[in-house]
């Protein structure tokens, strides 16, 4: 299982920090990533890790801005959210997958967490 934390609410500009830890199983061997889902939209990729953590992906939204890190001695995975903006504004998912390579559509995914709501205010 995976489970987020750290979200809550924001002012334009802050930082906040995702966290997600996996019980049950380790990470290690997995690619790890963060997904997002604002009001009355689809989930959208963010970030991604490979096995390593040394490949990342960014979705372009998120570029220069969000930081995915993961440490495999604690199971976890990190997103360090700067400069935020309220269209930042979402649930953030974190999901794992046996690492075939970075994916960045949901259906890439076989474990997911519960989310964490992130709200951005302007």
């Known amino acids: 299982q995976l489970a987020e934390s750290g979200g809550g609410t924001a002012q334009a500009g802050d930082s906040l920090r995702l966290s997600c830890t996996a019980t049950?199983?380790?990470?290690?061997?997995?690619?790890v990533a963060w997904f997002r889902q604002g009001p009355g939209k689809e989930r959208e990729f963010v970030s991604a890790?490979?096995?390593?953590?040394?490949?990342?992906r960014y979705a372009d939204s998120v570029k220069g801005r969000f930081t995915i890190s993961r440490d495999d001695a604690k199971n976890s995975l990190y997103l360090v959210m700067n400069g935020l903006k309220p269209e930042d504004t979402a649930v953030y998912y974190c999901?794992?997958?046996?690492?075939?390579?970075?994916?960045?559509?949901?259906?890439?995914?076989?474990?997911w967490g519960q989310g964490t709501q992130v709200t951005v205010s302007s």
């Open positions: 999901a794992a997958n046996i690492d075939y390579g970075i994916g960045t559509v949901p259906d890439a995914y076989a474990h």
């Open positions: 049950g199983h380790s990470l290690s061997g997995y690619v």
């Open positions: 890790a490979n096995w390593s953590g040394r490949a990342t």
